[in-house]
């Protein structure tokens, strides 16, 4: 590598090139920055530590977007920034969803005559199995699904507000709620058996 103390934008510039010691010096550099940035915005080592390993992927299949001499740790912490708020904002939903679980085996308020998927568990006790791995089963839903979830559990919106809001009628909104919580359901049991990725318009 040219120079003894390269610039971070040299690093990126030449990882953009396909220079993969750049990127190790890039990396070695700034991941106590890193951690340190995450720790700040999201209050848990281990959480701080996720969102560190993950940024510097996510370096990786955006490198191609750095132009060359852009100020770089401008860039850069752009997608950290951006990793921490999607990490919480997926722990916000999740801790939601959680509480009103431990609360009531009803998960949200419902419309009509529409019910609930946890109203037909045939056991109380059941909802006791969600609290503990309820926050990595709500990241393995879609960002469609996760979106309506939180909606609905955060913050208590309605499904006909919802389909005013998002364009989509009120029976398709439904059933994506519907299939989020199946698939929760199934990655707490241990499958992930639940079809249906291609939500109704």
């Not at 089963?137 to 998002?166: T, W």
């Amino acid at each position: 590598m040219r120079g003894e103390n390269p610039t971070d934008e040299e690093l990126l510039d030449r990882y953009a090139n396909g220079d993969a010691i750049a990127f190790e010096t890039f990396f070695r550099r700034h991941k106590g920055r890193v951690f340190h940035y995450a720790l700040q915005k999201v209050g848990r080592g281990e959480l701080a530590s996720e969102i560190s390993q993950d940024v510097f992927l996510k370096l990786h299949s955006k490198i191609h977007l750095y132009k060359t001499n852009q100020p770089a740790l401008p860039w850069f912490f752009t997608i950290v920034h951006n990793a921490c708020m999607d990490t919480l904002r997926k722990r916000t939903a999740a801790l939601a969803l959680e509480e009103r679980l431990k609360q009531t085996q009803r998960l949200a308020h419902t419309d009509g005559d529409f019910t609930s998927p946890l109203e037909s568990s045939e056991e109380r006790g059941e909802s006791r199995a969600w609290s503990n791995p309820i926050s990595g089963a709500f990241a393995e839903l879609s960002r469609e699904q996760q979106d309506v979830l939180k909606a609905r559990v955060v913050d208590e919106k309605s499904f006909g507000a919802l389909a005013v809001e998002s364009g989509k009628s009120e029976v398709a909104l439904r059933k994506i709620y519907s299939r989020a919580i199946q698939k929760i359901r199934a990655l707490l049991s241990g499958k992930d058996d639940v079809g249906g990725e291609n939500e109704p318009k």
